[in-house]
T-cell receptor, first 109, second 107 residues
């Protein structure tokens, strides 16, 4: 099946810093999503981004489908950004999502 | 806003018990999913359903079954709970909207 690799596995930032999270995938996809899981376990969809660039406030995401990667940018990080960020892809043939192992982000005040 | 609810936030069961985890969504979505999440293993798909009375095995269906009698409700069943099924269980609607999760402990 499709492989999804996220990097870095852990990231510690000072409040106000910027960061880039990466998601590499091994096969063509027709859907890619970024999620944030808060410390209470709730998963929130951030972006549905099979290709191109989207922005939502301090967050933006870019997917380059032809090169099989996606990037999540967090600018001016806040402590509430802490949690685990997951990338999930749906392979054209599989029809169901495969999740990466996540990047654990800790933003210190 | 789409709302996905799960019947329990925390659940403690004994080995061998039959366990039902319920998930309800309010947006008339056809696709619903059950995942389990374990430290170091990420999210793994157990079962999914594309419509009422339809079910498909995910990556780790062993020891689980599901029921989809109504469009809004997707139930995960542990026929005989075992300690290795202690985990966080997450339900999703349309693979985009997740419930708050059920943390199940089997003793």
């Amino acid at each position: 099946g499709i492989q999804v690799e996220q990097s870095p596995p852990d990231l510690i930032l000072q409040e106000g810093a910027n960061s880039t999270l990466r998601c590499n995938f091994s096969d063509s996809v027709n859907n890619l999503q970024w999620f944030h899981q808060n410390p209470w376990g709730q998963l929130i969809n951030l972006f549905y981004i099979p290709s191109g660039t989207k922005q939502n406030g301090r967050l933006s995401a870019t997917t380059v489908a032809t090169e099989r990667y996606s990037l999540l940018y967090i600018s001016s990080s806040q402590t509430t950004d802490s949690g685990v960020y997951f990338c999930a892809v749906i392979n054209t043939n599989a029809g169901k999502s495969t999740f990466g192992d996540g990047t654990t982000l800790t933003v210190k005040p | 806003d789409v709302k996905v609810t799960q019947s329990s936030r925390y659940l403690v069961k004994r080995t061998g018990e039959k366990v039902f985890l319920e998930c309800v969504q309010d947006m008339d979505h056809e696709n619903m999913f059950w995942y389990r999440q374990d430290p170091g293993l990420g999210l793994r798909l157990i079962y999914f359903s594309y419509d009422v009375k339809m079910k498909e095995k995910g990556d780790i269906p062993e020891g689980y079954s599901v029921s989809r009698e109504k469009k809004e409700r997707f139930s995960l069943i542990l026929e005989s709970a075992s300690t290795n099924q202690t985990s966080m269980y997450l339900c999703a609607s349309r693979e985009q909207y997740f419930g708050p999760g059920t943390r199940l402990t089997v003793t």
